[in-house]
DNA sequence: GTTGAAACCTCAGATCC
DNA sequence: GGATCTGAGGTTTCAAC
């Protein structure tokens, strides 16, 4: 699938405001209604846009812990590493967990209603699973910028889908 | 503000599926759509909703790296923190920055088109810029868990709004 | 093959109960 | 919170370039 101009301007519209009207977004691509609507499809059909989420306030929810956990495991073997991200995958504290070159094997994020809660689930759920070696701990004091995605130059960028 | 059990429903909804409409979402949550609309405007005044985002699959629109930077400073004075931040923020390819405790001040997460593409970031925008101390790296090999926002339990949760 | 125009039908949003 | 209504938006069909 290739990717043109418009596409592009479509992608970074939606990844600015994922709830705006497919008319609003037509005219500020310069097409009609309905045929943003198809290329919107398309892209969502390719795989480019994965879905739509709402952006919610952690702290103002009851969630004012942010943490990263570095996490070095004993052994790198394949199924060792699976099972870990298997393990993570079921706490639903755990929001990220990516796998690194280097020292560390993993960097998760994890969010927490306070101190006491983080630290029972660090202790119960993760410093005691099967191949863990070392985790290393730093609360968020504060994020000066979250923003998901990529950035989508106006023009002239790479991007075309299928690697 | 108040959230109650509809309010969480309708967030871990919403957070699950930003483009949903309002009568699809209100007949979920058990509402009639005029009460279920000025529901999510009020969790949008009150910030618990910060916006809706389409969630892009970075690989496939041409960005296949995506980093992790452990960047430390030489002054912890706020004055210079603030001016690290202010510094990443114009820089499109970091997409979060977050302050830390301990050894390590910053961890930014870039993504890039490539690696020597990222390797100019760092040369030339990173580690030259003032007050820097020390950056470390790491690539991200896979990401096995990857969700925005937070837990939300279907009943008996924490979550009242204002801390 | 992609756009644009028109039709239809559903939804958003306001008002009132 | 629910019912009703109106105008706007989403979606399909079809013709034109």
């Given amino acids: 699938m ?11 519209l939606l990844q600015d405001n994922g709830r705006m009207t497919n008319v609003d977004l037509a005219e500020r691509v310069g097409l009609t209604a309905p045929p943003c609507l198809r290329r919107v499809r398309a892209l969502e059909d390719a795989g480019a846009i994965r879905g739509y989420h709402a952006d919610l306030d952690a702290a103002r929810l009851g969630y004012p812990i942010t943490v990263f956990a570095m996490v070095s495991l004993r052994s ?19 929001r990220e967990c990516h796998m690194l070159n280097g020292e560390i094997d993993f960097i998760l994020k ?9 630290q029972e689930i660090l202790t119960t759920h993760l410093t005691p699973a099967p191949n863990v ?9 504060r994020t000066a ?12 960028s790479p991007a075309g889908i299928g690697h």
Avoid: C, N, W, Y
Wanted: aromatic share 4%; hydrophobic share 45%.
């Fill in 2 to 12: 290739a990717i043109d101009r418009i596409d592009r301007q479509i992608l970074s």
């Fill in 76 to 94: 790198q073997a394949e199924r060792d590493l699976s099972a870990f991200e298997d393990h993570v995958a079921a706490i639903p504290e755990v």
């Fill in 110 to 118: 994890i969010v927490a209603t306070d101190l006491k809660s983080f």
């Fill in 133 to 141: 070696a070392s985790v290393k701990t730093s609360l968020t004091i």
């Fill in 145 to 156: 910028k979250s923003r998901s995605g990529i950035p989508i130059p106006a023009d002239g």
